[in-house]
């Protein structure tokens, strides 16, 4: 693996058109993979990604505890060593709160904490500072692999395939923004995200991916990302996706599915007819579906293919902090 | 050197207090030094710190343009890596504004950028979202060492050097809180901040740094951490420290150079005598002052001593967010 020529290739919308911008110039020195997956390889496999969380864009305090809000913290940054094959090893955790809130602190560390070493990993360190409003968090996630999966490397003839259910998060988002409280299964998947850390090094362990990402921009966009980075087109069979119970309550299952952003499933290309034969042992052992749910082709952006075979582009990628959250 | 006994030992304060209970937990498995000090060491050498800069807490946008705020904080996570003895290898820069001001992302990414590749490292990615309000970037600074400098280390007898001069960003605030433009010189130390990495490497590669540390809560909280972690007494010699002629002009010099954080100068501990010799070939090569502000004793704290030899405990640590900074 080779970083030269992994200049940010990412799926369409305005969040990452400025990504792309303010990466367009990195360089890459000791770095195997540079800017544009979803984390950073260094020499020795050395994995870090970072995310962020800010009050009233990711979350708000009126649905979640502290100590959700730092679980769902952790697990964004380590949901991206997932994406990577890559196994936890430790993490960083910043937080800036209001003084009146310093006893919310301890609380969100707790959260953090607890899902950091459900992983495997460490808390290595951290920082706290003051914030003129809101509750802001990041994550540092620290990761080794042998082998990193990339979002590159996805080839025509290869199928797509997801981990679990989609869609799940919207509808907590869904049920919030009409003022009334989510369906317990729905709240904790938004609350109580797990990465899929185990899965992914399952799957890759057998061979099984040749482009992997996690779904955190709604699976149509993060197909987009993967179709972008791989120079290929990714086609999702719209029939095929596993909508999540809840979001399917709602009547607008398959737009939650394909543009709810946050999931935190595995999406991944893998040779055709390799993985139906796993597929079984891995719903067995983790409780988990995994689902084909499209395939790659010559071309390029991510598209959607009704029930009668016929073709339209996908919806630009899903949560985009800069249009949707704009105040 | 070995993580099983890092406890995280941190000078007095009430942002220290809040670290140290929220790290108390944090356990050490792929880890060389965990909490505590200024980085996370993994196994390998890999050094990872991480430095938040909020808006109205760290800096103001009517001091600072976009590219002196972004590289400010690059300057930030790096310095922690100078204070390891670490060479940069990588940085990544999350970045959260308000929908209107998406214009200055990419002003403050080519401002961190432009110190990220000063110091010999890349920019290998980052993360762009919304904010309800402040400005936030949050900077990972990855590097590497075969042997960190840690905090702990210092013996009775050492003696306590900093580099350059201390005060000057003091200086700056000191004059922005009376609403007046600081000199240009302190201007530049607050703004453009340069962190110390070739000094610490220099110093290290001459076996000179039994223990060290960045000065970014005020030279008197950083050698009581120091102190604490050795468990050993830090005594500052007023008469010795080499104050920011800003900084002295204020007429409170002693104080600003003392307390006033984020000089992001090295302090570090070394056995009697051995620095003296190397001054000369420092202070040519760098174009900085190196000097010798104090000694380590047995006992606790840091502490001041005056010209005519009395002792009194030195202040508690500089810049408190929570206490100085609240609204």
């Not at 770095?31 to 962020?52: C, H, N, Y």
């Not at 310093?102 to 951290?126: C, F, P, Q, T």
Request: hydrophobic fraction near 45%.
């Amino acid at each position: 693996v080779s970083g030269s020529d992994a200049g940010p290739a990412l799926g369409p919308g305005p969040e990452f058109d400025l990504i792309r911008r303010i990466l367009a110039r990195a360089a890459a020195g000791e770095v195997e993979v540079g800017p544009g997956d979803d984390a950073a390889v260094l020499r020795g496999g050395i994995v870090v990604s970072v995310d962020m969380a800010v009050e009233d864009v990711h979350f708000r305090r009126s649905w979640l505890t502290p100590e959700e809000i730092g679980g769902r913290a952790a697990a964004a940054a380590l949901s991206d060593l997932a994406a990577m094959a890559a196994t936890p090893v430790g993490a960083l955790l910043s937080l800036a709160l209001p003084a009146g809130d310093v006893a919310a602190a301890a609380a969100l560390a707790d959260g953090a904490r607890s899902v950091i070493e459900a992983a495997g990993a460490a808390l290595l360190g951290g920082d706290v500072s003051g914030s003129p409003g809101p509750w802001i968090l990041d994550v540092v996630a620290i990761g080794s692999t042998p082998r990193p999966a990339l979002r590159r490397g996805a080839r025509a003839g290869d199928e797509l395939w997801v981990t679990g259910e989609l869609g799940g998060t919207a509808a907590a988002l869904y049920a919030w923004s009409r003022g009334i409280e989510p369906p317990p299964g729905a709240r904790r998947r938004f609350a109580s995200p797990r990465p899929r850390i185990r899965e992914a090094l399952w799957l890759a362990d057998r061979g099984l991916v040749r482009a992997m990402i996690d779904v955190s921009d709604g699976v149509a966009g993060d197909a987009g990302h993967i179709a972008a980075a791989s120079g290929a087109r990714a086609i999702l069979e719209v029939a095929c996706l596993p909508v999540d119970a809840d979001a399917s309550a709602t009547g607008d299952g398959v737009r939650l599915a394909l543009s709810g952003g946050e999931d935190y499933e595995l999406l991944f290309a893998a040779a055709a007819g390799l993985v139906e034969p796993e597929r079984p042992a891995f719903e067995d052992r983790f409780g988990a579906r995994l689902t084909r749910i499209g395939r790659i082709t010559n071309g390029e952006g991510a598209w959607l293919q009704d029930e009668a075979g016929s073709l339209a582009p996908a919806p630009a990628g899903g949560f985009q902090h800069f249009r949707t959250e704009a105040r």
